[in-house]
């Protein structure tokens, strides 16, 4: 809390909203109501009318379309498509029906544009009433040209982040809201609620989160899968990739360059080519089973994808084949960052090889790598492509949704584009967000490296 | 030296030896573990016989075809237009996406602002919704401004690979931290702007991760297929690499374009791997960067 209320004193500035209004002389006020007002009387002409432009369109805009935009969300339509009878031409015309997903998605576009037009709004406030202060106390105002030039200094990160933050705003944060708002509507091919659905609050919910119904039973097993795969991808993974990245490392292991080439390799093939030749590999007929029965091994093919177990096993395996090349790329810098001295002393008092390991390589790895680990969790809980390509979920029980390797996110894809639970697809795409963020932001928070981001400059 | 420590020391240095023998040995067999997968699928596509199961596990007779296949037989899977489609694609998902990075990241790592903390939250929080979650609500606001017909799919798949690009700016950022703050100090006092300091100073001294991160988002379309086959759908003509790939090992083709897949996976595959053993120190520096406590 300290530490917030230190943060807003470094950016304090006297040009509030509030100050516009406490303070803020006809002019000023005038600017709530016709923005850029303020700037213009104040004498910076083209800044307030590029604020007066922008109500305009605004207004334009909501009068044309965003008012019946957001008169249609609370209801999402009620209108289907209809064949109408057309006396004069002898035919069936169609009448436009509503469509629910055009409607929502209308609706969050205009509760997006009203949002931004506020901000705007704000600072246009803000903005007449800094010329106005600045007048006042006699000091210079700038023109426009100057107002342009600030940007390429002082103010530079408007001019850098505005684009970026453009392109998140709209293909990233919009459809996200888009895609939570569908999981309080019903959305889906239940009762035929595709092209016309309704708000239903948190039924969805209720219906996931319940032991009772199916849907429900398979989202507490997937949950429980995907939270045991984590664990295990992540652990293993990074217990064997450090062990790799020591022994390499080591001082008597020769051609290091060698052996990490051949490592890092693997990651280098894109991971959609090398996980389906890891499916082809180990199908019944794949070139696995064959070698291990030319050479005796085995009769019959192992279930690799077929048998609960087997396939489970199999997926955390290639998953090692998968991630510990990343585990050993980042684990080598930091092994040796490792201060030598603590080596050295820990040699003096006598200590072995796996005394050091537990009490110096084991402590200091796991310092700096806490932020990797939970990246690494998280990256894990959402990881599509292992599952996906390799097993598809499979084995699959009868008449279920998602097969026993299936991930909350490969279930999610299942639900939306295989069988069209939209709602359902974004309640559960939700649920795995509250899972990663209490779990991440509790630990990430606590890191060195979030506290103390400056701390080796 | 008396003769017992001598006896210790050959002791020892055997001891050591075997270790050593140990240790190169396993070494030995993981890489060949790591490597077979790989060394199977270039096997694969120079393998004569078609379909996907074989009962021997070297090809009985090598050819090259797979490959003449792969780029002359345009009739079905039309690989050389995917591989325009991709390349137009990439290259300008690339320029977008390493504007978008470097911007942002220089603003997270030099400027100090209001918003800065906020953002940098925001983009740890965005991480971790699924990412194809809001997958088919980019597809429906695509659509809902046309660009899921015809050519415009092609801006379609830029926007997609380069619109979120903004929030990825943490191995950027940890380059820059580490360039000293005193080489913009001594650039302000001699009365450059921070966009000439930006411009003039950090990029030429950032030359390395530009590189990266060019690299990086020039690689984005050629692996990624699941926004590429929600973008396409149907529409063939406008298929990239990586869903054509995929295509041929679906059952209708997987008879006949096997291993011309294995031969395609091997073509896209060495280009982004000479990309990736040259830029792994980055990401390696990156990582640790980011994470310097």
């Known amino acids: ?457 | 030296m008396t003769a017992n420590v001598k006896k210790q020391n050959t002791s020892a240095k055997t001891r050591r030896f075997i270790t050593n023998c140990f240790v190169h040995a396993a070494l030995a067999v993981l890489s060949v573990i790591w490597l077979f997968p790989i060394f199977w699928v270039v096997l694969t596509s120079f393998r004569a016989e078609k379909g996907s199961y074989q009962t021997t596990f070297f090809p009985k007779t090598y050819t090259l075809n797979n490959y003449i296949k792969l780029f002359s037989d345009r009739t079905i899977l039309d690989f050389p237009q995917m591989f325009m489609n991709t390349l137009i694609v990439a290259i300008f998902s690339c320029l977008i996406s390493t504007f978008f990075v470097l911007c942002v990241a220089y603003c997270m790592s030099r400027l100090r602002f209001k918003m800065r903390k906020p953002f940098m939250n925001l983009a740890l929080i965005l991480g971790m919704f699924p990412g194809f979650m809001c997958m088919m609500a980019v597809y429906y606001i695509l659509k809902a401004i046309g660009l899921t017909e015809g050519s415009m799919i092609r801006v379609a798949l830029v926007i997609v690979y380069s619109g979120g690009a903004g929030l990825t700016f943490y191995i950027a950022k940890g380059f820059f931290d580490t360039i000293p703050k005193a080489v913009d100090e001594a650039a302000f006092l001699d009365g450059a702007t921070k966009w000439q300091v930006f411009t003039k100073i950090t990029m030429p001294l950032s030359k390395p991760i530009v590189v990266y991160t060019i690299l990086t988002a020039f690689i984005a379309p050629w692996v990624d297929f699941i926004f590429a086959k929600v973008i396409c759908r149907a529409d063939a003509k406008y298929y990239t690499v990586a869903i054509g790939l995929w295509r041929m090992l679906e059952k209708e083709y997987i008879d006949n374009w096997y291993t011309a897949f294995a031969a395609g996976a091997v073509c896209i595959s060495i280009p982004i791997a000479i990309v990736f053993v040259a830029t792994q120190r980055f990401y390696a520096d990156g990582m640790s960067g980011a994470v310097k406590g």
């Open chain 1, 1 to 457: 809390m300290r530490k917030r209320k230190k943060r807003v004193k470094d950016f304090a500035t006297p040009y509030t909203v509030e100050a516009a209004v406490k303070k803020g002389n006809f002019a000023t006020r005038l600017s709530f109501l016709i923005m850029g007002a303020g700037n213009i009387l104040h004498g910076q002409v083209i800044k307030g009318l590029l604020y007066l432009a922008m109500e305009i369109s605004f207004l334009v805009f909501m009068v044309r379309s965003g008012w019946y935009n957001l008169s249609m969300l609370p209801s999402l339509g009620w209108m289907l498509q209809e064949e109408v009878w057309n006396e004069s031409k002898g035919i069936f015309e169609y009448a436009q029906g509503h469509n629910s997903v055009l409607l929502l998605l209308y609706g969050v576009v205009t509760i997006f544009m009203v949002v931004l037009f506020i901000l705007v709004w704000g600072s246009s406030a803000k903005s007449a009433y800094k010329a106005q202060y600045l007048k006042e106390h006699g000091k210079h105002l700038p023109g426009f040209m100057e107002d342009v030039k600030s940007l390429f200094n002082e103010n530079l990160q408007k001019l850098l982040m505005t684009p970026p933050l453009i392109g998140i705003l709209s293909f990233t944060i919009m459809p996200l809201i888009y895609m939570i708002s569908m999981a309080f509507t019903n959305y889906s091919k239940i009762d035929d609620h595709l092209v016309l659905f309704d708000w239903v609050g948190l039924e969805n919910f209720k219906k996931v989160l319940s032991f009772s119904d199916s849907i429900g039973k398979t989202f507490w097993s997937v949950l429980g899968w995907t939270l045991v795969w984590a664990v295990f991808a992540t652990g293993l993974n990074y217990i064997f990739g450090m062990i790799l990245a020591i022994v390499i490392n080591r001082k008597d292991t020769r051609i290091k360059g060698f052996w990490r080439f051949c490592f890092v390799l693997s990651i280098a093939v894109p991971q959609f080519v090398s996980l389906l030749i890891m499916r082809t590999m180990l199908q019944p007929d794949g070139a696995v089973n064959v070698l291990l029965k030319n050479l005796g091994l085995i009769d019959q093919s192992l279930p690799f994808f077929t048998n609960v177990t087997w396939a489970r096993v199999t997926v955390i395996v290639i998953n090692l084949w998968v991630g510990i090349p990343y585990t050993l790329l980042s684990a080598t810098g930091i092994l040796q960052n490792i201060p030598t001295e603590l080596y050295e002393s820990a040699k003096v008092d006598g200590a072995n090889a796996f005394v050091t390991f537990f009490k110096i390589t084991l402590p200091y790895m796991l310092f700096v790598m806490t932020p990797y680990l939970i990246t690494t969790f998280a990256g894990n809980v959402n990881n599509f492509n292992v599952i996906y390509l390799l097993s598809s979920g499979h084995p699959t029980p009868v008449g279920s949704t998602a097969g026993k390797t299936d991930l909350l996110v490969t279930w999610l894809y299942k639900l939306t584009v295989d069988n069209q639970y939209f709602n359902l697809g974004a309640v559960i795409g939700i649920l795995t967000f509250v899972v990663l963020a209490v779990m991440s932001l509790l630990t990430y928070r606590k890191t060195g490296s979030y506290k103390n981001e400056e701390g080796f400059q």
